[in-house]
């Protein structure tokens, strides 16, 4: 079968499967602060890296939410990492509350200062990417009407490791467990990963040697 995105109606569908393909997604749970110094802590599941050399983050917003709004106005930011021992408290931050309320007090966790920015990291959280806000990039809508998307980019000016999550030097996927965001209402745990070295083209670019 094949699923029309741009028809209206799912045929034998429930469920756009999107989501469900585009597998698994690292959470990028995003720690802010507002212009009065309130804290703000929110998952989002369309987050990933965009670049290195600088290092660049990106996530998304689906509307005007306090995390962009606060983003905007101080300039800085910080992707915590959603781990799967953080789970139930990862999904108490995504409840939708009044301006203000400190979600990260809200679900019991605890901030912990960040280095080179404002913002407060979790401190239960094993590894954290301190952030400078660069850019707002509405995603277009189909009909040319106003976004209701919005991507957020920033420079990762420092990293927070937890000792206990590295082995010789490295981070260990095995300890750290991230979380990951699957389709309808499921998540992952990544536990486990294998190494593949690179293959070398032959001398004339023609093939693999």
């Not at 995105?5 to 690292?26: E, I, M, Q, S, Y």
């Not at 992952?188 to 083209?201: H, I, T």
Request: with cysteine.
């Amino acid at each position: 079968m094949h699923f029309e995105t741009l028809v209206n109606g799912r045929g034998p569908l429930r469920h756009d499967p999107f989501k469900a393909l585009v597998v698994p997604r690292p959470i990028g749970w995003i720690s802010s602060l507002s212009r009065e110094g309130h804290v703000n802590l929110a998952p989002y599941s369309a987050f990933n890296m965009v670049g290195y050399d600088p290092n660049i983050v990106m996530f998304a917003s689906a509307g005007r939410k306090d995390s962009l709004n606060n983003i905007e106005a101080t300039g800085e930011f910080v992707c915590n990492l959603a781990t799967y021992d953080l789970r139930e408290a990862v999904v108490k931050t995504s409840v939708p509350v009044n301006h203000g309320v400190d979600e990260m007090q809200l679900a019991g966790l605890t901030a912990a200062p960040s280095l080179h920015v404002k913002v407060p990291r979790v401190a239960e959280s094993p590894a954290a990417l301190e952030c400078q806000y660069l850019q707002t990039i509405p995603v277009p809508t189909l009909d040319g009407s106003e976004p209701q998307h919005f991507m957020v980019l920033g420079r990762v000016v420092a990293v927070y490791l937890d000792d206990a999550i590295l082995t010789d030097g490295k981070v260990d996927i095995a300890k750290l467990k991230p979380l990951t965001r699957l389709g309808y209402l499921d998540y992952g745990v990544l536990e486990d990963c294998f190494s593949m070295p690179r293959p070398k083209a032959t001398p004339d670019g023609t093939g693999i040697d």
